[in-house]
Each structure stands twice: as structure tokens, then as C-alpha cells.
């Protein structure tokens, strides 16, 4: 059974910066094209990085970019999401996801809080 566990999250300044980590056991992330999402209060879940299994190739969405940076360590089978300038809108639960392509399956974490104060 895959199992993505999500830390880091926590309350930050606006401005300032923080690593959320996702640690997946059952699977190998090696195997997988791994992306963070994020959902603030009264907002659907939308996308915010990816990382492609076969190159490590990464893709933003446009309100991050420049800002965070999504890496992963297939040797401790851990993806990464380096946060920083956060700004007050950055305010959601993040939630680490991997998709299987050979199964056609998606894997979620539990999802971690990114509290900013202005």
C-alpha cells in the first residue's frame, strides 16, 4: 500500500520560506511522476508544481513561479517543495500526490498547513 506523509508545513511570515517534504513508502517515487497541490479555505484543490519521474522535468504554476522549487530524492524516497517570498495568499493545506503511470492510479497525502501572517 503507497503512503505519502507530508511535514514542514507550519505558520511563516509573509516573506518568508519553508521546506515541505513528502515522504512516501510502499512505492518507489522513482516509479512515479510526483506534483504539490494546495487548497485554501472556500477555494477547490488546485495545481502548484510537478516533477516528472523520467527527467526530474518541472513545471509551476504561474502564481509560484520563481518562488518555489519542487525537487525530489529518489534515494530517500522523498519529495521536496521549497517555499519561498510567501505571500498571504500561500495560506492553504498542501497536499503531495503521485501518480502511477503504469496503473493509471493516483496516490494523495493527508496534506500539510502553510499558515502566513501578515
Known amino acids: 500500500q503507497v503512503q505519502l506523509v507530508e511535514s514542514g508545513g507550519g505558520l511563516v511570515q509573509a516573506g518568508g520560506s519553508l521546506r515541505l517534504s513528502c515522504a512516501v513508502s510502499?512505492?518507489?517515487?522513482?516509479?512515479?511522476?510526483m506534483g504539490w497541490y494546495r487548497q485554501a479555505p472556500g477555494k477547490e484543490r488546485e495545481f502548484v508544481a510537478a516533477?516528472?519521474?523520467?527527467?526530474?522535468?518541472?513545471d509551476y504554476a504561474d502564481s509560484v513561479k520563481g518562488r518555489f522549487t519542487i525537487s525530489r530524492d529518489n534515494a530517500k524516497n522523498t519529495l521536496y517543495l521549497q517555499i519561498d517570498r510567501l505571500k498571504p495568499e500561500g495560506k492553504a493545506l498542501y497536499y503531495c500526490?503521485?501518480?502511477?503511470?503504469?496503473?493509471?492510479?493516483?496516490?494523495w497525502g493527508q496534506g500539510d498547513q502553510v499558515t502566513v501572517s501578515s
Open positions: 510502499g512505492g518507489a517515487i522513482s516509479n512515479y511522476d
Open positions: 516533477n516528472s519521474r523520467r527527467d526530474s522535468t518541472t
Open positions: 500526490g503521485a501518480e502511477d503511470p503504469t496503473w493509471f492510479v493516483c496516490y
